[in-house]
């Protein structure tokens, strides 16, 4: 049987989005998004805690995640979580981060009130039900 390791993630993108091509034309698209939970403790103070998560994109989801997202969007991720792991160059350590490839990508609005659909780009986008995601 084979195993599967799947993140589902709503948050907010912590950067714009990066995107640049494999030297056979892919497309690969990285960006940040952090989810944050508040609580309150048994001594009844409020906290808080923020989770970074680093996130790929490729293909045709690469080059609409790069036109479409931008700093502060709020989103809905599903992938793939895995373990990229090298050496430090400077130290020689073992490094490690968790990642993760999405497959799937929804735009959920922006930090504040929810916000437009204009892609970052040159071309507005003119039939909003029709989007690729």
Avoid: H
């Avoid at 950067?15 to 048994?42: H, L, Q």
């Avoid at 990508?105 to 892609?119: F, Y």
């Amino acid at each position: 049987m084979a195993g599967m390791a799947k993140v589902m993630i709503v948050g907010n993108l912590g950067r714009d989005p990066e995107m640049r091509y494999t030297p056979s034309g892919t497309a690969v698209t990285n960006f940040s998004v952090a989810t944050s939970r508040r609580w309150t403790d048994r001594e009844g103070q409020q906290r808080e805690e923020t989770q970074w998560f680093n996130v790929d994109c490729w293909g045709k989801l690469a080059e609409t995640a790069n036109q479409f997202l931008s700093k502060g969007r709020q989103v809905f991720i599903e992938g793939r979580i895995s373990l990229d792991e090298w050496d430090d160059r400077n130290t020689g350590e073992k490094r490690a981060r968790l990642k993760v490839s999405a497959t799937d990508l929804v735009l959920l609005g922006t930090r504040g009130e929810g916000g437009d659909m204009e892609p970052r780009g040159e071309s507005p986008v003119e039939d909003l039900d029709n989007m690729p995601f």
